[in-house]
């Protein structure tokens, strides 16, 4: 929720690096002290509400969401020390991916202790969770749901709040990392449902807006379908002007997509050429990172603004780099918190307590951390209202609170960001360099939309390997 400048990383690069390095640590010490602090700490607030809330994901991210969750929770805790009343969240997980997920999730709804939902965290899940949560206008906060069709089709609900951009977004970012990469032929290969549908109807359109030719969009409904498509993309020559959007419904899907991929790549002596493969923020998960097999893959997730600092300190507490959703989930429970206080005060519906809190245009908060968060409190619990700064953007929007996008290389731990300016068409590169690290092919770029100046955070760099 805060915004950047390119001067920052510009001075980075004339500062000796001992001073980087120096300066560095002592900003991640006082990150850590102000927020990375034990939870015993905050046992001494005793809640005058507790609030029952459902999370609703994948099983297999559940170990990292859930440590991302009781980070939130602890900030929230301490935050209140000292303040007259206090809220704390209670959190109940289930299983998106599990046989019969709908009937729990319709028990949820009809549950009125439970005072709001968060997930689940695919776009085809989230319209079904969002209609069963139409009847009772329950809350429902959706971290990285991010179909264009399901974010135009509940906009006006006045109960479903998105916290990430659609993918128009991201189909324009891949797009204009390919543009970047002097590619001209552009193809795409995406799922027959709501996620792929985003990518789909606005491919062609956004492809020739920026100058390259639609070669191939191939819009699959089976297996075979996807494996043919490897095969085709494989097969054609020329292949170092060409570029495959690939956007996956599910990671069931990017599976065999790989497998294929593995294979031809298995079947050849020498050098293995394929057209630059991008893909969406469905590639980046916990599980995906552990099973893919083929190295050179691009694709978007999801993230924090850099400057906002979670990135920095989470990679302190847990010693890896935040994965797609972690960061939205941080904002979903602080966003509940701050909404439900806010209720306390004025005796609103959370829905309209929400929409308040991320339309609040009266004082500025800059932070989310435990110092931040209390001066948050205490002026919600007098009735003021703030505009909100967290991790993921400044919450301008509504429904739809700004995001923050990485470009990243899966399973490459390096990285480098820059902030990226855009919102609907990215209509040229303000810069393109490369970074002092020869022959590593990675640049840096910034954009700036014609439009409009809403933050992104991007990535750009390729993986090694054939």
């Known amino acids: 929720m805060l915004t950047g400048n390119i001067r920052t990383k510009l001075w980075k690069k004339k500062c000796p690096m001992s001073q ?51 980070w939130a929770l602890d900030n929230i805790d301490m935050a209140q020390q000292g303040l007259q009343k206090h809220i704390r969240l209670e959190l109940e997980w289930l299983d998106e991916n599990a046989a019969g997920w709908e ?56 109960y479903v709040w998105n916290l990430s951009q659609s993918d128009i977004t991201q189909c324009e970012l891949l797009l204009s990392q390919a543009k970047l990469s002097e590619c001209k ?115 978007l997730s999801p993230s924090a603004t850099p400057e906002s600092g979670f990135n920095s300190i989470y990679q302190v507490k847990y010693g ?52 931040d968060m209390c001066r948050t409190f205490s002026m919600l619990q007098a009735g003021v209202d703030v505009n909100l700064s967290g991790v993921t953007g400044p919450s301008m929007n509504v429904p739809m609170p700004v995001c923050s996008i990485q470009l990243i290389a899966i399973g490459c731990c390096e990285t480098v960001r820059m902030l990226l300016w855009n919102t609907f068409l990215l209509m040229e590169a303000l810069i393109r360099y490369p970074l002092p690290r020869p022959g590593n092919g990675r640049t840096i770029i910034c954009f700036r939309s014609t439009m409009t100046s809403r933050t992104f955070s991007i990535l750009s760099f390729k993986t090694g390997g054939q």
């Open 20 to 70: 980087i390095k120096k300066l560095g640590y002592l900003l991640l010490t006082i990150f850590i002290l102000a927020s990375c602090r034990d939870r015993s700490d905050s046992s001494l607030v005793k809640a005058d509400k507790v609030c029952k809330v459902a999370v609703i994901m994948p099983s297999e991210s559940q170990a990292r969401w859930d440590r991302v969750a009781k």
């Open 103 to 158: 009937e729990l999730a319709a028990r949820v709804v009809d549950d009125d202790s439970y005072v709001a939902i968060i997930g689940p965290q695919l776009s085809v899940h989230a319209r079904r969770m969002a209609q069963l949560c139409q009847k009772k206008k329950k809350t429902l906060i959706l971290p990285i749901a991010t179909s264009t069709e399901f974010q135009r089709s509940f906009a006006g609900s006045g």
């Open 185 to 299: 032929e552009i193809s795409l290969l995406t799922s027959d449902d709501d996620y792929g549908k985003s990518f789909s109807d606005w491919f062609a359109f956004q492809v020739t807006e920026l100058g390259m030719t639609v070669e191939d969009i191939v819009v699959y409904h089976s297996e075979n379908q996807i494996r043919e498509a490897v095969r085709t993309q494989y097969n054609k020559p020329l292949k170092y002007n060409k570029a495959l959007i690939f956007a996956p419904g599910s990671k069931e899907d990017a599976l065999i997509f790989d497998d294929e991929l593995s294979k031809l790549k298995a079947s050849v002596s020498g050098f293995f050429e394929f057209p630059l493969l991008l893909c969406s923020d469905v590639m980046n998960s916990p599980f995906l990172l552990s099973h893919l097999k083929y190295s050179k893959y691009e694709g």
């Open 320 to 371: 890896e780099e935040p994965l797609s959703g972690e960061a939205h989930l941080f904002d979903a429970i602080t966003l509940l918190s701050y909404a439900l206080t806010r209720q306390e005060a004025t005796g609103e519906s959370l829905n309209d307590a929400i929409l308040a809190v991320v339309d609040g245009k009266t004082a500025w908060n800059v932070g989310w951390l435990k110092d």
